[in-house]
C-alpha cells in the first residue's frame, strides 16, 4: 500500500489536516491596545474571556475531509473512486479557505485586524498534495488499461 506515492500524498495531506485542526489559524489583533482574539477552527476565543462558535465550518470542513481522506487511502484497488475521493478533498479544501477568508477578512470586527497564522497554510499544501496524488492515481490508471489492451491482442 505504501509502495505508491500517492499513498504517501495521501497520507501527508492527511497529518497535515489534522495538524490544522489542532492549530489556531488566525489572530484578530486590535488596532490600538487591548488583547487579540485567538480564531481556532472550532472557535475564537474572545478578549472577554468566552469563546464564539461562529467558525464551526472550519472544523466541519476539515473533519469531513479526515475520514474521506483514510477511505481514500485504503480504495488503492479501486483507482477510478479513490481519485473522485481525491476531488472532494480538495473541494472541502477550497470550501475551508473560502470561509477561512471570508471570516478572517471580510467579518472583521471595526478597530480590528486579521493576522494569519501557520497553520492557515496546511489547506493550500494540502490540496496540492491531494492533486499530485489524483495524478499519480490517474497514471496508474492509464498503465493499468494500457496493460489490459495489450493482453487483449
Not at 34 to 46: Q, R
Not at 125 to 137: C, E, N, T
Request: aromatic fraction near 14%.
Amino acid at each position: 500500500m505504501l509502495q505508491r506515492i500517492q499513498t504517501v500524498y495521501l497520507l501527508l495531506a492527511l497529518i497535515l489536516t489534522v495538524i490544522c485542526l489542532c492549530l489556531p489559524v488566525g489572530f484578530f489583533v486590535p488596532d490600538g491596545m487591548g488583547v487579540s482574539a485567538v480564531m481556532n477552527n472550532l472557535w475564537v476565543n474572545t478578549p472577554n474571556g468566552g469563546n464564539d462558535f461562529s467558525v464551526w465550518p472550519l472544523f466541519a470542513f476539515l473533519v469531513v475531509t479526515c475520514p474521506v481522506c483514510l477511505f481514500s487511502i485504503f480504495l488503492y484497488s479501486n483507482r477510478p473512486l479513490q481519485s473522485r475521493l481525491c476531488v472532494l478533498c480538495i473541494l472541502l479544501n477550497i470550501a475551508w479557505l473560502a470561509f477561512y477568508a471570508y471570516k478572517g477578512f471580510f467579518s472583521v470586527e471595526e478597530g480590528m485586524h486579521f493576522k494569519m497564522a501557520f497553520a492557515a497554510v496546511l489547506p493550500v499544501v494540502s490540496i496540492i498534495l491531494y492533486a499530485l496524488a489524483r495524478k499519480g492515481i490517474l497514471k496508474d490508471e492509464r498503465l493499468v488499461k494500457e496493460s489490459e489492451s495489450f493482453r487483449i491482442r
